[in-house]
């Protein structure tokens, strides 16, 4: 009743209808995978209806679509992409355990805790992080502060760093789970906590409070008492919320370039006030950051009547990607820009500094149309679902720094192309691995690990 007095009276109907219709299509991408809330089907498809449906949804409440409206006449189409990406995705999934029924058990691998000195190791590597990205001048967004773009290519050692003292965040709130100790809930806090204070003036919020969502679920999936799952999603959602909307207030202060590092943490508090004050300028940032939906329906608007479908051009080098950069051919066509230059290319971004995301159902959708969008979101659902299969049957300490490490690719992977995709798949997840294992090996070659079965 509620949906259909929705319907009837937006000014949008087939927006509503598609929102709607794409979360029920979520809904049964769940009850395939069978409700995990922390399985790699899970958080794929997570930030995508967040993203998608959702975010389609807010803006019908808003008084205006905060969407620009040439992109905004598309969003049904891209709506419509969405839905059936995520039930070929359900379908890929059903079609594994289908393969394997009667193989799937309940295997529980034997849990490990880390040590509290072993998580504060791990967590001080972001001082190494921020002492990197300082020296290397990319500490600052380039929106609010200069930013050495000739030492980009050291991005990615800061970006595997920083995710390595993330993963002693993770450990230590799983930690946490296991014994109930105060003192365990007061270390998380601050681990929690240091991230957001060391790269709250960079203006990044990925570097700050990226992880935070990933830690709701993973705390939601792991933590037993109902009333603490509760309020740490809300919390979560409060604070992320929140931050999202500040940090956007703080990109627009101007005369931050040759500010010191105190009047930095005053303008931020000067935007937390703005975005306090000013709730409904806030609400509308929040809703037009999440609404990168917008993309998929422009691209699927003008392919082919515009732009041809580029099928497989480009992908003859995408071997590459296994050859370290430095030894890569200088000549090379490889792009891992390609996502942001078909931004521009569609009119989805107005300019080269701006962040507006291809989307991967729009980006395998101008290459191969509809029948690419539902086979490879087919295949996606699978592999997911194989990947799953496979790191649970590892021990308690290795699933959850690979799932940590693994699950940043895939938070993210709805906005990037294919291939991004492609990489994460083919050449991220074997790092990760090794990185897992190493871990754990540490732990347990220091002595840092005890059983989980020593606190219940």
């Known amino acids: 009743m509620a949906f259909h007095q929705f319907l009837v009276g937006t000014e949008f109907p087939d927006v509503a209808f598609f929102s709607i219709l794409g979360m029920v299509a979520t809904l049964v991408l769940f009850a395939v995978d069978d409700y995990r809330c922390f399985s790699p089907v899970a958080m794929f498809s997570l930030m995508a209806m967040v993203s998608y449906p959702i975010a389609a949804y807010l803006n019908l409440t808003l008084d205006c679509p905060i969407v620009r409206a040439d992109l905004w006449a598309q969003a049904p189409k891209a709506l419509a992409g969405y839905v059936a990406g995520v039930l070929a995705s359900a379908a890929g999934v059903k079609v594994w355990r289908f393969l ?241 230059n078909a931004a521009l290319d569609y009119g989805i971004s107005t300019s080269e500094s701006s962040s507006s995301p291809v989307m991967l159902i729009g980006d395998i959708y101008r290459r191969f149309g509809w029948s690419g969008v539902l086979l490879c979101m087919f295949i996606a659902g699978y592999l997911l679902k194989s990947f799953e299969s496979r790191i649970l049957k590892e021990n308690g300490l290795f699933v959850v720094v690979f799932t940590v490490l693994f699950y940043r690719f895939l938070f993210l992977l709805y906005a990037g192309s294919l291939l991004s995709a492609f990489t994460a798949v083919a050449r991220d997840v074997f790092l990760i691995y090794f990185i897992s294992k190493g871990i754990c090996l540490l732990a347990k070659r220091t002595g840092s690990v005890e059983p989980a079965s020593l606190y219940r």
């Not at 789970?177 to 601050?190: F, Y």
């Open 100 to 340: 394997h029924l009667g193989k799937e058990t309940g295997h529980s691998p034997k849990r490990w805790i880390t040590t509290r000195s072993f998580n504060f190791t791990l967590v001080s590597i972001v001082f190494v992080v921020l002492i990197l990205r300082l020296k290397l001048g990319v500490y600052f967004h380039s929106s609010i502060a200069s930013f050495n773009f000739e030492n980009a290519a050291y991005l990615n050692l800061c970006e595997h760093l920083i995710w390595l003292a993330y993963c002693g965040i993770f450990l230590q709130v799983y930690r946490y789970t296991v014994t109930h100790s105060r003192n365990d809930l007061g270390l998380s806090v601050i681990f929690m906590s240091l991230p957001v204070l060391l790269f709250l003036p960079s203006g990044s919020r990925m570097r700050a409070f990226g992880y935070l969502p990933i830690l709701g679920m993973f705390y939601l999936h792991y933590e037993r008492r109902f009333r603490l799952q509760v309020i740490a999603v809300i919390g979560v959602l409060l604070v992320s919320s929140f931050l999202v909307v500040a940090f956007d207030s703080y990109r627009g202060i101007k005369g931050l370039v040759d500010a010191r590092p105190e009047e930095r943490y005053l303008a931020f508090r000067s935007a937390i006030e703005q975005a306090r004050e000013d709730r409904h300028s806030s609400i509308k940032v929040l809703v037009w950051r999440l609404s990168d939906f917008a993309s998929t329906g422009a691209i699927v608007a003008l392919t082919p009547e515009r732009f041809q479908f580029r099928l497989f051009e480009g992908m003859s080098s995408w071997w590459q990607i296994f050859v370290p950069g430095v030894l890569r051919p200088k000549d090379s066509d490889f792009n891992f820009g390609e996502g942001a």
